[in-house]
């Protein structure tokens, strides 16, 4: 990952905080942007272009390092049709990072009514032909964890599924470049 696209997602993870909290009226949010603009123009050593929406709960940052967005419950609208999603999954968090030196990068997090063992197989099963390049089962407690890099044509797509009280918590990051 480049130092630019650290700071870029950095930054976009601290203002998540702002998505998170409510504002009050329209005064509210434009200084909760212009703070959030403020604060991506401190890290990213630059101009940044910031777009918070807390009421719809998504926030968007371009730098001329790059850019990324991201909400509450939302998938990236560029999520790859080929990478599916577990049946049932609650979207908590979706993400879109845009980095020219990386490549984008897109991440969904949320909770998936299935098992961790489940959510393995539909990957293992929908990615047959990637490669799994990395992968890692624990037990801890009652905890069980899963997790798999699947990799094919420079792409990758990097899982992990982690039981809880709740379901299943689940990570999917697609990164192509």
Request: one cysteine or more; glycine letters at 10%; aromatic letters at 2%.
């Amino acid at each position: 990952m480049s130092r630019n696209h650290r700071r870029v997602a950095a930054v976009a993870a601290a203002l998540t905080i702002v998505i998170a909290t409510p504002a009050c009226g329209k005064v509210a949010d434009k200084v909760s942007e212009r703070a959030a603009e403020e604060a991506a123009e401190a890290a990213a050593g630059g101009d940044a272009e910031v777009d918070l929406d807390p009421d719809g709960g998504s926030i968007a940052i371009e730098t001329e390092d790059g850019s990324i967005s991201g909400g509450v419950g939302e998938v990236p609208a560029d999520w790859p049709d080929d990478v599916p999603l577990p049946d049932g999954l609650e979207v908590g968090l979706g993400s879109s990072v845009d980095d020219p030196s990386t490549g984008p990068i897109h991440s969904v997090t949320g909770t998936a009514p299935a098992s961790p063992a489940e959510i393995v197989a539909l990957y293992e099963d929908a990615l047959a032909g990637w490669e799994v390049t990395s992968q890692l089962d624990t037990t801890v407690d009652d905890t069980v964890s899963a997790t798999r890099t699947f990799e094919h044509d420079g792409r990758a797509v990097d899982l992990i599924a982690s039981s809880g009280e709740t379901g299943t918590t689940v990570t999917v990051t697609h990164r192509q470049g």
